[in-house]
């Protein structure tokens, strides 16, 4: 856990501190005197006399108490170095600027768990090693450049990488964006992102901290303590959005059941960032951009209007909006007309609102009044007005800051001439204003930040599950794949409906079977976990001869040791699954189903326990949603119990945490039931 010695230290020692300010260790004593440090400063070199005007202690036994140890020095000697500290210097914070720890091999790591070992034996903590440092109000404690003023509303970015961090900051302050602390921890060998996060949400003061938190991830070690705290933040008022990299895994595809493959390392974080409410961005330039909007009024409608003098970027715009789930609405009628006798000839206000290369400040002041008050279909505004170089166009911003603060619909800023505008962008920033250069990136961002639940709240009550004897299967079944039985046990006591169905040995068992199922029949191989691929899933067996010649024809698949038979049912095939990640917990996966569940990949993921409102969000996100809604002459299918079997299923996970896969596909959905028909569940005790 981060303490107050890390925080605001009253004494910092930089041991490897130089003169040389090309180097980290000159660097970083550079930036925390020009930084706003009121402590006691010191430096250890034992090859210095004199560091920046700082007199440099030759050994750390030179030493008194001291609360923030920065070690600029190669990575052999730091442990050594910690452990005197802590012990004799009563040191209870760490920042290791060093490299050559756990990334670069089997001994730095070793070395990096047994200063871990010293720092938590000694009650302090550790940012590092391989960092840029920390930078907040209290001091610079980072070894590079730009040093961006820090405002109480600006971000907080917590970052795993130091040069990721260096590259967002340099890529954000010149669109106007404000920092109020960086935190890099690097390898994270004691203190990971999610721990810095967890510092901010034990500590958050709604008046005074930052409302805005940037994460870039390169791993997630502890998702639990995200989801917590990220979520807490946000109830509390903050905004998170986060970058979570290496989110490709090949080894999916080499999962035994459909749930398995379709459920990837990227599915199961972005899970996570939607239970937590976090915004999630695929790269830098889109994190920026989310930060940007959080800046402004929030998007309360999906509607946009699209305000520009450049027609090609709004075009653009309209395009990756609309197809992204944003909507920008036909403007027209009365007042539309009205509008339009305030723009020079050849405007348009059909939206997007063309105001030609000539319009004018005045006339954008009008377009936005009308946008704010008379057309209440319009949720929020995009302005796009750059200059060709032939007009000052500082009136046209100075209107555009004023009604950023007048009106309470958000506008978002796009400013793309960044040459011929420069002066007057710069004095649109100075206002504290902040500027989306290219309307395709804000076009990606803003749908991104809309969709973004809240966090999802838990009731605490599961789905009504025969706990008792979900127990009892779980606890007599052996590892692997569960039998048949035991499986339409599970689905019964999770109170799935499922088609009636027997397991048969011999053709004689076969006879008796049809006698009790009646026709047509469905027949399966069992010993196979996906049956399609070998030939052995036979439909529609309308009579006794078929019915014979099928079970020989199964039975000499390649391992094949029965058949199982079902009654035949209808429907549009949907599926259910489940797949465990180590942290994350069970992850729930709905979506299209049958031989098209990977082809078409239309699923959607939310992390167990589910609510109703997740599950309900999950089914309305599939591609595939509009069938539950009918059209075209088709009944609509059962959408609420299509529902409530995501719920159960979550209930019987979080009954049965052993189970690490499972697929319930297909699911055969109609207007009045969803019928499990085919399904398989992996246990690990």
Same mark, same amino acid.
């Given at each position: 856990?981060?303490?107050?010695?890390?925080?605001?230290?009253?004494?910092? !020692?930089?041991?490897?501190?130089?003169?040389?300010?090309?180097?980290?260790?000159?660097?970083?004593?550079?930036?925390?005197?020009?930084?706003?440090?009121?402590? +006691?400063?010191?430096?250890? #070199?034992?090859?210095?006399?004199?560091?920046?005007?700082?007199?440099?202690?030759?050994?750390?036994?030179?030493?008194?108490?001291?609360?923030?140890?920065?070690?600029?020095?190669?990575?052999?000697?730091?442990?050594?170095?910690?452990?005197?500290?802590?012990?004799?210097?009563?040191?209870?914070?760490?920042?290791?600027? *060093?490299?050559?720890?756990?990334?670069?091999?089997?001994?730095?790591?070793?070395?990096?768990?047994?200063?871990?070992?010293?720092?938590?034996?000694?009650?302090?903590?550790?940012?590092?090693?391989?960092?840029?440092?920390?930078?907040?109000?209290?001091? #610079?404690?980072?070894?590079?450049?730009?040093?961006?003023?820090?405002?109480?509303?600006?971000?907080?970015?917590?970052?795993?990488?130091?040069?990721?961090? !260096?590259?967002?900051?340099?890529?954000?302050?010149?669109?106007?964006?404000?920092?109020?602390?960086?935190?890099?921890?690097?390898?994270?060998?004691? =203190?990971?992102?999610?721990?810095?996060?967890?510092?901010?949400?034990?500590?958050?003061?709604?008046?005074?901290?930052?409302?805005?938190?940037?994460?870039?991830?390169?791993?997630?070690?502890?998702?639990?303590?995200?989801?917590?705290?990220?979520?807490?933040?946000?109830?509390?008022?903050?905004?998170?959005?986060? =970058?979570?990299?290496?989110?490709?895994?090949?080894?999916?595809?080499?999962?035994?059941?459909?749930?398995?493959?379709?459920?990837? *390392? $990227?599915?199961? !974080?972005?899970?996570?960032?939607?239970?937590?409410?976090?915004?999630?961005?695929?790269? +830098?330039?889109?994190?920026?951009?989310?930060?940007?909007?959080?800046?402004?009024?929030?998007?309360?409608?999906?509607?946009?209007?699209?305000? %520009?003098?450049?027609?090609?970027?709004?075009?653009?715009?309209?395009? &990756?909006?609309?197809?992204?789930?944003?909507?920008?609405?036909?403007?027209?009628?009365?007042?539309?007309?009205?509008?339009?006798?305030?723009?020079?000839?050849?405007?348009?206000?059909?939206?997007? =609102? $063309?105001?030609?290369?000539?319009? %004018?400040?005045?006339?954008?002041?009008?377009? =936005?009044?009308?946008?704010?008050?008379?057309?209440?279909?319009?949720?929020?505004?995009?302005?796009?007005?750059?200059?060709?170089?032939?007009?000052?166009?500082?009136?046209?911003?100075?209107?555009?800051? &004023?009604?950023?603060?007048?009106? %309470?619909?958000?506008?978002?800023?796009?400013?793309?001439?960044?040459?011929?505008?420069?002066?007057?962008?710069?004095?649109?920033?100075?206002?504290?204003?902040?500027?989306?250069?290219?309307?395709?990136?804000?076009?990606?961002?803003?749908?991104?930040?809309?969709?973004?639940?809240?966090?999802?709240?838990?009731?605490?009550?599961?789905?009504?599950?025969?706990?008792?004897?979900?127990?009892?299967?779980?606890?007599?079944?052996?590892?692997?794949?569960?039998?048949?039985?035991?499986?339409?046990?599970?689905? $019964?006591?999770?109170?799935?409906?499922?088609?009636?169905?027997?397991?048969? +040995?011999?053709?004689?068992?076969?006879?008796?079977?049809?006698?009790?199922?009646?026709?047509?029949?469905?027949?399966?191989?069992?010993?196979?976990?996906?049956?399609?691929?070998?030939?052995?899933?036979?439909?529609?067996?309308? #009579?006794?001869?078929?019915?014979?010649?099928?079970?020989?024809?199964?039975?000499?698949?390649?391992?094949?040791?029965?058949?199982?038979?079902?009654?035949?049912?209808?429907?549009?095939?949907?599926?259910?699954?489940?797949?465990?990640?180590?942290?994350?917990?069970?992850?729930?996966?709905?979506?299209?189903?049958?031989?098209?569940?990977?082809?078409?990949?239309?699923?959607?993921?939310?992390?167990?326990?589910?609510? +109703?409102?997740?599950?309900? %969000?999950? !089914?309305?996100?599939?591609?595939?949603?509009?069938?539950?809604?009918?059209?075209?002459?088709?009944?609509?299918?059962?959408?609420?119990?299509?529902?409530?079997?995501?719920? #159960?299923?979550?209930?019987?996970?979080?009954?049965?945490?052993?189970?690490?896969?499972?697929?319930?596909?297909?699911?055969?959905?109609?207007?009045?039931?969803?019928?499990?028909?085919?399904?398989?569940?992996?246990?690990?005790?």
């Amino acid at each position: 856990m981060l303490n107050k010695q890390l925080i605001n230290p009253d004494s910092i !020692v930089v041991i490897g501190g130089s003169n040389d300010v090309k180097k980290p260790g000159g660097k970083i004593i550079k930036n925390i005197k020009k930084g706003d440090f009121k402590g +006691r400063l010191f430096v250890v #070199n034992p090859h210095e006399q004199i560091v920046q005007g700082l007199a440099c202690l030759e050994s750390i036994d030179e030493l008194q108490q001291v609360d923030l140890a920065i070690l600029v020095v190669p990575a052999k000697y730091c442990l050594d170095i910690v452990e005197r500290l802590s012990e004799n210097n009563g040191t209870k914070a760490f920042i290791i600027l *060093s490299a050559g720890f756990g990334e670069a091999g089997e001994d730095g790591a070793l070395l990096e768990s047994k200063i871990v070992k010293v720092v938590n034996r000694a009650g302090a903590c550790l940012i590092g090693p391989n960092c840029i440092g920390v930078l907040n109000k209290n001091y #610079n404690g980072i070894f590079t450049t730009p040093i961006p003023p820090l405002f109480k509303n600006g971000c907080d970015l917590i970052s795993g990488s130091g040069a990721t961090a !260096v590259f967002i900051i340099e890529a954000g302050i010149p669109l106007g964006l404000k920092f109020n602390s960086i935190y890099s921890v690097g390898n994270a060998a004691q =203190i990971s992102v999610e721990d810095v996060l967890e510092y901010m949400d034990d500590n958050f003061d709604i008046e005074n901290d930052s409302k805005i938190k940037l994460l870039y991830l390169e791993s997630i070690k502890n998702p639990q303590k995200l989801l917590k705290h990220a979520a807490s933040l946000i109830r509390k008022g903050a905004k998170i959005a986060a =970058i979570k990299s290496g989110s490709t895994d090949a080894g999916s595809r080499a999962a035994a059941s459909h749930t398995g493959a379709l459920a990837s *390392s $990227d599915m199961m !974080v972005r899970a996570l960032f939607d239970k937590a409410g976090i915004v999630y961005c695929s790269s +830098r330039e889109e994190l920026i951009s989310v930060a940007s909007i959080f800046n402004y009024k929030a998007l309360e409608g999906s509607n946009i209007a699209i305000i %520009t003098h450049a027609g090609g970027s709004a075009v653009m715009l309209a395009d &990756v909006l609309t197809s992204r789930g944003l909507n920008v609405p036909p403007i027209q009628g009365e007042n539309a007309e009205n509008l339009l006798k305030y723009l020079y000839n050849g405007s348009s206000v059909k939206n997007p =609102i $063309d105001f030609l290369a000539t319009g %004018t400040a005045e006339q954008l002041g009008i377009i =936005i009044d009308y946008c704010e008050h008379k057309f209440d279909h319009i949720d929020a505004m995009v302005v796009v007005f750059g200059s060709p170089g032939l007009f000052d166009v500082e009136n046209v911003y100075n209107v555009l800051s &004023v009604k950023l603060d007048i009106c %309470t619909k958000p506008i978002y800023p796009v400013l793309p001439s960044l040459i011929n505008a420069q002066k007057e962008i710069k004095g649109f920033l100075a206002k504290g204003n902040v500027n989306f250069p290219d309307e395709v990136v804000l076009g990606r961002a803003l749908p991104e930040v809309y969709s973004t639940p809240k966090p999802f709240e838990y009731d605490g009550e599961l789905s009504d599950v025969d706990q008792n004897k979900i127990r009892k299967i779980i606890d007599e079944a052996a590892d692997g794949f569960l039998a048949p039985n035991h499986v339409s046990g599970l689905l $019964d006591a999770a109170n799935i409906s499922r088609a009636k169905e027997g397991t048969v +040995r011999s053709e004689d068992e076969l006879l008796e079977m049809i006698d009790e199922f009646g026709f047509p029949i469905a027949m399966k191989v069992n010993g196979h976990l996906h049956k399609s691929d070998v030939g052995g899933v036979i439909l529609n067996v309308l #009579n006794t001869k078929k019915a014979v010649n099928t079970y020989s024809k199964l039975m000499k698949i390649e391992g094949a040791n029965s058949v199982l038979i079902q009654s035949m049912h209808s429907g549009f095939e949907l599926f259910v699954g489940v797949k465990k990640e180590v942290g994350f917990g069970h992850a729930i996966l709905c979506g299209m189903g049958g031989v098209f569940i990977e082809i078409l990949n239309d699923a959607a993921a939310a992390l167990s326990p589910v609510s +109703r409102k997740e599950a309900e %969000t999950m !089914v309305q996100s599939l591609k595939s949603y509009k069938l539950f809604e009918g059209g075209r002459g088709k009944d609509p299918l059962d959408k609420e119990r299509f529902i409530q079997i995501i719920l #159960n299923i979550s209930a019987l996970v979080e009954v049965a945490p052993e189970i690490v896969e499972m697929d319930i596909n297909p699911l055969l959905a109609s207007s009045d039931n969803v019928i499990s028909v085919d399904a398989r569940i992996r246990i690990e005790k």
